[in-house]
């Protein structure tokens, strides 16, 4: 694809819910990261997946939040029984690979808004 | 801990005017230094880094490893220039650990 692509683009959802977010990589990228940007707060890395090795999941803010990459290419976000304070955009991003160097390419986000 | 500070939330200037975007930053090893830009209503893009010590859209950040810093700077700022502005400093373990951001506007 042109780009990455992030689905849905805005979601709104009731406290408790749980919700997933897509991130579709740049084809061929074998990096994906995930961060969330706040308001005020500037953008908070969560995770990142690099090829076939474990996950790097230090910036994950509780169990609550979990995600999963399917055969090296799409990645889901999963937040569970969400919280207030979960509403924030939320950015994918893709590199060629996770070397030094190389740079980010990101998603539109999913907007995500939490009643 | 690794750290990056930009100072500033908002920078308001005149077209033509210079520019300079603080960033400081607080990291083991040697990282590599970005700066990314979000224009309204668009993604969240590369500006530079500072390993390609490139000039793009008239912008350059110097590393300066002594003051531990990577300024971002424009000698004559266009309204097209108004943006988010965020510094982000890579370690070896490819994390990006974004700056909060300054919001630049440049007024006619």
């Known amino acids: 694809g042109a780009g990455v692509s992030q689905s849905p683009s805005n979601k709104v959802t009731e406290k408790g819910k749980d919700v997933e977010l897509r991130c579709d990589p740049i084809?061929?990228?074998?990096?994906l990261y995930w961060y969330r940007q706040s308001l005020g707060q500037g953008l908070e890395f969560l995770i990142y997946?690099?090829?076939?090795?474990?996950?790097?999941k230090s910036g994950l803010p509780s169990d609550r939040f979990s995600a999963e990459r399917t055969g090296g290419s799409v990645s889901t976000l999963t937040i569970q029984r969400t919280q207030q304070e979960d509403s924030a955009v939320y950015l994918c991003?893709?590199?060629?690979?996770?070397?030094?160097?190389?740079?980010?390419?990101f998603g539109d986000g999913t907007r995500l808004s939490i009643l | 801990a690794q750290r990056v500070t930009q100072p500033e939330k908002l920078l308001s200037v005149f077209k033509g005017a210079p520019v300079e975007l603080k960033c400081n930053y607080s990291?083991?090893?040697?990282?590599?230094l970005f700066w990314y830009v979000q224009y309204s209503r668009q993604r969240l893009q590369l500006l530079l880094r500072?390993?390609s010590r490139e000039s793009i859209k008239g912008f350059t950040a110097d590393l300066n490893k002594g003051e531990t810093s990577f300024h971002l700077k424009k000698p004559f700022a266009q309204e097209e220039d108004s943006a988010m502005y965020y510094c982000?400093?890579?370690?070896?373990?490819?994390?990006?650990?974004f700056g909060k951001g300054i919001t630049l506007s440049v007024r006619p």
């Open positions: 991003a893709s590199s060629l690979d996770g070397v030094f160097n190389q740079p980010q390419h």
């Open positions: 084809s061929g990228h074998t990096a």
């Open positions: 997946f690099q090829g076939n090795s474990a996950p790097d």
């Open positions: 990291y083991s090893g040697s990282p590599e």
């Open positions: 500072h390993i």
């Open positions: 982000a400093p890579r370690g070896a373990n490819s994390k990006l650990t």
